[in-house]
């Protein structure tokens, strides 16, 4: 069992930056598989980004690729979203996900077995 707190959300501008952090209560992350979702109003959620510790291996959606980072802090059992250039259809809320096992589909939600409550994201145009 683990536990996810997400935190970092907040109200920015197009083209600001925000850093979204994920706390894991676990014994350490190295047993998880990491990922990042986001949910726009009205929508599905999406997956982000994700984050192997076997070989820091980082996984991206093509819409983030180049603004987004995916990245962790072991020793504080902390997985960041470093998110640029935000744009509007960024808005929504972000959701930390962890897996026990390297998913096949990464990309999946269904593959996670641990959420966190998510943080709201704001981009205004």
């Known amino acids: 069992q683990v536990r996810l707190v997400e935190s970092g959300g907040g109200l920015v501008q197009a083209g600001g930056s925000l850093r979204l952090s994920c706390i894991a209560s676990a014994r350490t992350l190295t047993n998880y598989f990491i990922g990042w979702f986001h949910r726009a109003p009205g929508k599905e959620q999406k997956f982000v980004a994700a984050?192997?510790?076997?070989?820091?291996?980082?996984f991206y959606a093509d819409s983030v690729k180049d603004r987004f980072t995916i990245s962790g802090d072991l020793a504080k059992n902390t997985v960041y979203l470093q998110m640029n250039s935000l744009k509007s259809e960024d808005t929504g809320v972000y959701f930390c996900?962890?897996?026990?096992?390297?998913?096949?589909?990464?990309?999946?939600?269904?593959?996670?077995?641990?959420w966190g409550q998510g943080t709201q994201v704001t981009v205004s145009s």
């Open positions: 996900a962890a897996a026990v096992v390297r998913p096949v589909s990464v990309d999946v939600p269904q593959s996670y077995q641990y």
């Open positions: 984050i192997t510790w076997t070989n820091s291996q980082t």
